[in-house]
């Protein structure tokens, strides 16, 4: 596609439940990443994904969020039992590279989690 | 570590000019800055790298100072277009993402 696209766009879900979040980043990119964003703050890197390497999960906040990606496109992130802090929007962006960060990181939409 | 961006807020009539600073308290190899409108996708503006030099984007300008770990950009003659949220973005110790300021919001009205 002609930019990284991202779904759902909204959703909304109660305490304790799962939820997936997908993206799919711009054809030819090998660099993943994903960022979460709260209102008033900045974008808190969650995880990235480069090739066929381990991704690093550094930024992921609990064992309740994982991220997966297959055939080293599409990127699914998965956030188990729910909580209302987990409300954000949850951005994606790929690189053409990404092996160092000034690699240009080009950003999806979003998708907005809102947690009741 | 979290770069710190100053000012939070700017508020700018059409024509006036702003600078948004971004510092870090480690030493630094490049500098990322992304501006996003309100409900849309962050877009890159530019990268500067280790070496001090400055670069401009139409009448958008940064300057990079690895020695005192900060960056600075400068929007000259403000435009309406300009309105939005501008994040400095730093690599983590892995080098493998980018760490972003709360960011600066930058009001343009006419």
């Not at chain 1, 997908?22 to 994904?49: K, M, N, V």
């Not at chain 1, 039992?81 to 999806?108: H, I, K, M, N, P």
């Not at chain 2, 900060?70 to 760490?99: P, V």
Request: with cysteine.
């Amino acid at each position: 596609g002609a930019g990284v696209s991202q779904s759902p766009s909204n959703k909304v879900t109660e305490k304790g439940k799962d939820v997936e979040l997908r993206c799919d980043p711009i054809s030819g990119h090998t660099a993943l990443y994903w960022y979460r964003q709260s209102l008033g703050q900045g974008l808190e890197f969650l995880i990235y994904f480069q090739g066929n390497s381990a991704p690093d999960k550094s930024g992921l906040p609990s064992d309740r969020f994982s991220a997966e990606r297959t055939g080293g496109s599409v990127s699914t992130l998965t956030i188990q039992r729910t909580q209302q802090e987990d409300s954000a929007v949850y951005l994606c962006a790929s690189s053409f590279e990404g092996v160092t960060v000034t690699d240009t990181q080009y950003f999806g939409p979003g998708t907005r989690l809102t947690v009741l | 570590q979290q770069p710190v961006q100053s000012p939070q807020a700017v508020i700018l009539r059409e024509g006036e000019d702003a600078v948004i600073n971004c510092s870090s308290s480690k030493a630094l190899y490049s500098v990322h800055w992304y501006r996003q409108k309100h409900g849309e996708a962050p877009v890159f503006l530019m990268i500067l790298l280790k070496g001090g030099e400055q670069k401009g984007h139409d009448k958008i300008s940064a300057s990079f100072n690895e020695k005192k770990q900060q960056s600075s950009l400068y929007l000259t003659a403000s435009q309406l277009s300009y309105s939005g949220t501008y994040f400095c973005g730093t690599e983590n110790q892995a080098g493998t993402a980018l760490i972003f300021g709360k960011g600066t919001t930058l009001s343009v009205s006419s």
